[in-house]
Each structure stands twice: as C-alpha cells, then as structure tokens.
C-alpha cells in the first residue's frame, strides 16, 4: 500500500464533502508529527494499532561481506514499533484465512 492507497482509503472513509486533497493534508500531518515526535525521542502510542519509540542501539563489531574485514558499527538511535494484542491477532486472522484458500 502506498500513501496515494491511504489517502484514497482515508477519502472514502469519510465520504462525499471531503476532497482527495484534503484528506492528503490530513495523512501528511499526522506522518510528520509522527516523524517529528520519533526525532524528538518521545514515543507514540496509538490504542489499538501499536506504538512508535525509538531504541539506542549499542556499538558492535560487523563483517565487510565482499572483503571480510571487521568493522566497528557505532551506536545508534533507531524507530521501532510493537504492534498492539489487537493488531496482532487481526493479521493472524487475516493470514490463517489466506492460507485457507
């Protein structure tokens, strides 16, 4: 799914009156307050879906694939999210159902 998806969904989820324009606007603003609030360091919990947070990775020793020599990988901050119970037991539903067909 792609942004252009999601607004398209957003769009028909709230009807006629509402344009594709706005309800791009919409998507927008709320993936740069996500953005601004990861690059801030707080978190983002959204009941239902999931949470947002950032993580510190730790330094760590790494391979070079094509020569094999040892790098040092520095540490690191890195978004993450935890999908909530729900969500989680909505995709396995969804994927059970899949594999059924």
Do not use: W, Y
């Not at 799914?1 to 028909?12: G, I, N, P, R, Y």
């Not at 006629?16 to 709320?30: S, W, Y």
């Not at 978190?43 to 760590?60: C, L, M, P, Q, S």
């Amino acid at each position: 799914m792609t942004k252009a998806d999601l607004v398209e969904q957003v769009a028909e989820a709230i009807g006629p009156g509402v344009t594709k324009k706005d309800c791009a606007m919409v998507v927008d603003g709320l993936l740069n307050a996500v953005k601004q609030a990861l690059a801030e360091g707080e978190h983002i919990e959204i009941r239902g879906f999931g949470t947002f947070k950032v993580k510190k990775r730790k330094a760590r020793m790494a391979r070079n694939p094509r020569t094999g020599e040892s790098v040092e990988v520095p540490a690191r901050h890195v978004p993450v999210f935890k999908p909530s119970k729900h969500l989680r037991s909505q995709v396995a539903k969804r994927g059970a159902r899949r594999e059924q067909q």
